[in-house]
């Protein structure tokens, strides 16, 4: 339970989502509309910017930088609308399996109030912990059985141990604690399996391989069956998750938590139950995207710096908010690859690491809670 | 009385002046070597069997032999996580016990080359680190051989060239360079460039960010618009077993991706599964355990449960590297005893050593390593000895040998690297002027 809510002196307010209509609890302190304000106004007008820099930029040099930033990109997007087409789909799986990874992030901050910094490092773990049972000998679906075992006696421990003797701190020390546990998840980790690079049981898991190639778009156009298989089960979870939230009545529990610890707590609510199945939902999403990224590439510590990918998803979609972390997964995915393939080349390349972050904080201009975060007002 | 008390303060005098003088005594029969290792973090992958050959060579070493002419080697690993900020710390706590310093990354050697010439401590930096440093006049304390990563890109040139029947067939192709966006993957790009325009192929680079080594799809896909004919691949690391399964999965000619000798590590390869057959890598030493050397560290260390070494995975491509590093290393040791006349060396004589290091065919056979390597000969002015690669390739089981060796464009390196070493000094300012001098033989 983060501290703000537990706080007599509690004057924050979090504002449930309030599709259009903005509410102010303090309207004495909103500064006076102006028409550049308004974010859909502001969006106007630089689209009407970047159109008529495109239309300039198509009259002037052919070898000017206008016309290599603005007019050369979309030129080559109609010349070679397969390329285009295959560019989307990597950033469509890439926006999938960040998504993923984010929506670890976010089922914790809502029912916590805490950032798990250790989202990245649980998704290693837990595909390490995967393929060493495997290289154990144990049969492959029994040990995604175990790891999911490992990872509810991970959140139960980390409730436990961590969060419980925390609670009625202050969010930054849960937030540290979290480095605490991402670093020991490291060395206990390394201790455990090694650092060498191990390869996902993907045949074992009976996950396709191979690729379907579509000649369309007057060229081929390839899906790999494993970024398909990936797209599929993360928009499966997706859904689980959605229904578990919905309809059961731990995932009603859940955001009865997530709206207001207070009054989960005076209807008989345990946090600390709550807490755990909401770590060991995290792991169970941390499984997958690890199954997914390991298949992927390999299953090695450097899989934890890609995990960081889903910091400027959140930024995006909002900490609190599932659907967010779908759409912000997509919108960084595809706009980095188109970024990258189109943009990048004309500063010598290498440029998705940050252009992620530069798309997010694009978008905070316009809503600096995100695309779906609440909107919180704070009186001073 | 007092005579007893006399008689027992002697003798505790005596006992205390006997271990006064036998504690240095022990110490000096050893020399200490300290190495940086990266067992830990996304690097490790290829830091492991490193630091496993390393530490396995000189354990055999020790076991075999009793150590170097009588003198063991006291090996300790300093865990840096290929992070230069852990390497500079790890220099400056082994700096006055160590022999020779071991960077093993080309950023912690740019990090301590001006340190070690102010601390006079000689820097190995064996087939990576600042190619100009291979200029032995003006970095009197770094040794880079057997081979710069300049040499390295040139072999690469010339094996494109032998892939499409000659030199002059290079005109109008593509090469395109795919590289860790840090120091060691822009080391080749200043001689690459040169090559380009001599040769007339264009040269296209694809950096990939650490963060995004895992992550490299957008980078295949430039790789697919471009159609270069051939990639070098300047990867380490999770980018080698991500590179190779991209080309796979982008349908790129697999024998037609070349890793530098740090891109040819077996779990690289064996990423691909079935379809990583063919997959090449320029290489120094050789792979496999059919050497005397490896039998030996086999017999002496791994079989009597004196390594952590799986058995399996001794012999392995970067594995063997890391017993060549060692072997370097014990040989300078031999090369600065035997010119200083002195069982336990200084850092100052070990970079003599160095300095004189010259490892024949019939050396190579004596130390059971015929056929593992080519020979090696350091001199005063070149650090380095531009010696020969070979391109291996990955038969889907193990690392081959494809071709013969292949000398470096050493009259297209050399005058880079002399031009580089000068421009490095320049810009460093108050650069020290090597006071060092050459042995005869040198």
Redesign the interface.
Known sequence: MPISEWRTDDHRIQEPECKGEERMSDVAAQPAPSLLANGWIRTGLITAAVIAAIAIGARIDPSGTIHKVFVDPFQQMVE?PD?LA??VW??L??GVLYALIALGFVLIFKASGVFNFAQGIMVVFAALTLVGLHEKGVPAFLAVILTLGVMFVLAATIERVVLRPLVNQPDIILFMATFGITYFL?GFG?SVF????K?MITSELYLPKG?IDAKILGGLV?F?KIDIAAAVIASLMIAALAVFFQYTRIGRALRAVADSHKAALSVGISLNQIWVIVWFTAGIVALITGIM?GA???V???????A??ALPVLILGGFTSIPGAIVGGLIIGIG??LG??YW??LI???I??WLAYFIALGFLLFRPQGLFGDKIIERI | MMKSSMIKGVALGALLAAGAVVAPASAQDTIYFSNNAYRTGPFSGSGIPIGDGMRDYISMINERDGGVNGVKIVYEECETGYDTKKSIECYEQVKSKTIVYSPWSTGATLAAIPRAHVDKLPILSMAYGLSASADGTSFPWVFIPPLTYWDGASVMVKHMAAELGGMDKLKGKKLGLIHLDAPFGKEPIPVLESLAKKYGFELKLYPVAAADMQNQGSLWLSIRRDRPDFLYNQGWGAMNPTAVKEAIKNNFPINKLVGVWWAGGDDDARAGGAEAKGYRSLNFNAAGQDFPVIQDILKHVVEKGKSTTPKEKVGENLYNRGVYNSMLVVEAIRTAQKLTGKKVITPEDMRRGLENLNIDEARLREIGMAGFASPVKVSCTDHSGHHKAYVAEWDGAKWTRKGDWIEPMKEEVRPLIEAAAKDYVEKAGNWPKRTESCEKSS
């Open positions: 070679a390329l295959q560019t990597e950033g799986v890439s490291i390394e090694g650092g060498n690079p390869q690729a390839s790999q990224w992927r590439s390999d090695s510590f450097a899989l934890e710096i890609v960081l990918k980095e690859k990258e393939f990048g080349p010598g390349g290498g998705e690491s």
